[in-house]
């Protein structure tokens, strides 16, 4: 059955999540957004967030706390707190929920990190984050109506800020390397030039993972073509992400035709266990 649209009253809400860089709306979050502590079970951590009201007039700011999660495709997502066994949520304490600021004013949000101890929870160990999502509104603010047959837009801008605990001398670090392929470009006679080898980091331990991802091909002889630096990423307990490298002209002009691939994941600042991970793939022709 085809249904004619008649008479249409509709709000389109569209809800901007600025993370990480600071959000240039009504109000804004002074300093960063990325908070990272490490901390040992049964610790208490007191933090702060500093946000300013930009506008000439009063404004609301509320704070919900909210899970977070970044798919293979680097898609941030917030669902309801306490989402997943490694949520901080259950253990963050902010005040306040809800303020007003004057024009101009610059506001306090006060939070705590309770962490339990390892005979309430014994399985405690490696990270656990969750986000603060601050959504200012107009002090005055009021729904429009929109009249028959028509669509009204109206803009939400809220700010992410990221807090997350690394629970300290316990856990895992591991890094899987998982469903890699090589595609070769469309022609009648292949070339590496151009190929697309794709692969998912998967982080299969307890700790976050800080890493520098760089890519090299070696020849016959085991000798090195050339390293490529891919991506810097950040990959939380159970999280996933697929690493593209479009090799291009990679070892054109070189003797011989590369024969493997190796991918090295070089741990950066925020890794409790500072390991390096290698993943090694031999390269076949069509």
Not at 172 to 195: F, G, K, V
Not at 215 to 230: A, K, W
């Amino acid at each position: 059955m085809i249904r004619a649209w008649g008479w249409v009253r509709f709000i389109l809400v569209v809800f901007f999540v600025v993370f990480p860089s600071t959000l240039l709306a009504a109000v804004s979050v002074i300093g960063s957004l990325d908070h990272f502590y490490i901390a040992k079970p049964g610790e208490t951590i007191a933090g702060e967030i500093w946000v300013e009201n930009t506008l000439s007039e009063p404004a609301i700011v509320r704070v919900e706390i909210t899970d977070y999660f970044v798919d293979r495709w680097g898609q941030a997502q917030y669902p309801k707190p306490s989402n997943h066994a490694r949520s901080l949520a259950r253990y963050i304490q902010m005040m306040p929920p809800e303020q007003t600021l004057a024009p101009q004013a610059r506001g306090l949000i006060n939070f705590e990190v309770k962490l339990p101890t390892l005979k309430d929870h014994p399985e405690l160990a490696g990270a656990y984050w969750a986000v603060l999502l601050i959504q200012p509104a107009g002090l005055n603010q009021t729904i429009i109506e929109p009249a028959i047959n028509e669509f009204i837009i109206t803009e939400r801008f809220q700010t992410a800020v990221r807090i997350t605990t690394a629970i300290d001398g316990a856990g895992t670090t591991q890094l899987e390397y998982r469903d890699a392929t090589l595609t070769w470009p469309e022609s009648a006679t292949p070339s590496l030039a151009a190929a697309l080898f794709e692969v998912d980091l998967v982080n299969s331990g307890d700790h976050l993972l800080d890493l520098q991802v760089v890519g090299e091909l070696i020849d016959r002889d085991g000798q090195s073509i050339g390293v490529t630096p891919l991506t810097r990423l950040r990959l939380y307990p159970g999280h996933q992400r697929r690493v593209e490298w479009v090799l291009e002209a990679e070892g054109a002009g070189h003797e011989q035709v590369p024969e493997e691939l190796w991918l090295m994941a070089h741990p950066l600042e925020r890794m409790l266990q500072p390991k390096r991970f290698g993943g090694r793939f031999l390269l076949a022709s069509p």
